[in-house]
């Protein structure tokens, strides 16, 4: 799947690629997220791949307190996205897109919603 998608994206675009392994759902949620991002991404060492992985917690971080601030209730798509970018810039539109419904459900889930 991922190789598809490769090929709609810049070569700028490794970050939001990244994050959309990281964070993927479905059967490779079983795969810890590192050995995701070195089977993905081999070209990068274990430097960038650490740095990813420190930023995308930072993201999950504040997808969990957007979450429980009442998850999409309280921010339209375009609010979350303002907000996110704020902190991420990198994010494009697929990622953040992606964290929103993320957020919805930890907001669902966790009963914020």
């Known amino acids: 799947m991922?190789?598809?998608?490769?090929?709609?994206?810049?070569?700028n675009d490794s970050?939001?690629?990244?994050?959309?392994?990281?964070?993927?759902?479905?059967p490779n949620r079983s795969i810890p997220r590192h050995?995701?991002?070195?089977?993905?991404?081999?070209?990068?060492?274990?430097?960038?791949r650490k740095a990813w992985i420190a930023e995308f917690e930072r993201v999950y971080k504040k997808i969990?307190?957007?979450?429980?601030?009442?998850?999409?209730?309280?921010y339209s798509l375009?609010?979350?996205?303002?907000?996110m970018r704020q902190d991420f810039p990198w994010m494009d539109d697929q990622s953040l897109s992606f964290a929103h419904t993320v957020m919805g459900y930890y907001a669902f889930v966790d009963g914020y919603a």
């Open 35 to 48: 050995e995701r991002l070195r089977h993905e991404f081999p070209q990068a060492d274990e430097g960038t």
């Open 78 to 83: 375009p609010a979350f996205s303002k907000l």
């Open 15 to 26: 970050t939001n690629l990244a994050y959309l392994v990281y964070a993927e759902w479905g």
């Open 64 to 74: 969990s307190d957007l979450a429980e601030q009442g998850g999409p209730k309280t």
């Open 2 to 11: 991922w190789k598809l998608l490769r090929k709609r994206l810049s070569s």
